[in-house]
């Protein structure tokens, strides 16, 4: 009910690219601090993962972004990193916040 009442699956998959573009703008155009897991003709819209320079700036990214009110970001337990979760009910806004904390915090640390 709720995918049919928020437009369908054409716009979920819309609204899925857009949020999924915001964050690998973000990676993309980091110059390299932020490093994506996949390929970019495998990357997912709903779990972008990446890597900072270090696991101790994962580790500090990740407990930066806990204490800014961005939760669940830790990756995966035997990959490390970062996983950001986007999936349909999570909010663009949400998206929007992360990449802006991800530039502000490369800035701080690089």
């Not at 155009?29 to 932020?34: H, K, L, M, T």
């Not at 995966?76 to 950001?84: D, F, N, P, V």
């Not at 986007?86 to 916040?97: Q, T």
Request: hydrophobic share 40%.
């Amino acid at each position: 009910d709720w995918l049919r009442d928020e437009g369908g699956v054409e716009v979920m998959q819309t609204r899925a690219a857009e949020k999924a573009k915001i964050l690998y703008d973000a990676i993309d155009s980091s110059d390299g601090y932020y490093q994506g897991h996949a390929a970019v003709e495998a990357r997912s819209h709903m779990n972008i993962t990446f890597s900072l320079p270090s696991p101790d700036l994962d580790e500090r990214f990740a407990a930066e972004a806990e204490a800014a009110g961005l939760d669940g970001l830790r990756g995966h337990r035997s990959l490390g990193g970062i996983r950001a979760s986007i999936y349909n009910a999570f909010p663009k806004e949400g998206v929007v916040e992360l990449a802006g904390f991800m530039r502000d915090f490369a800035d701080r640390n690089d």
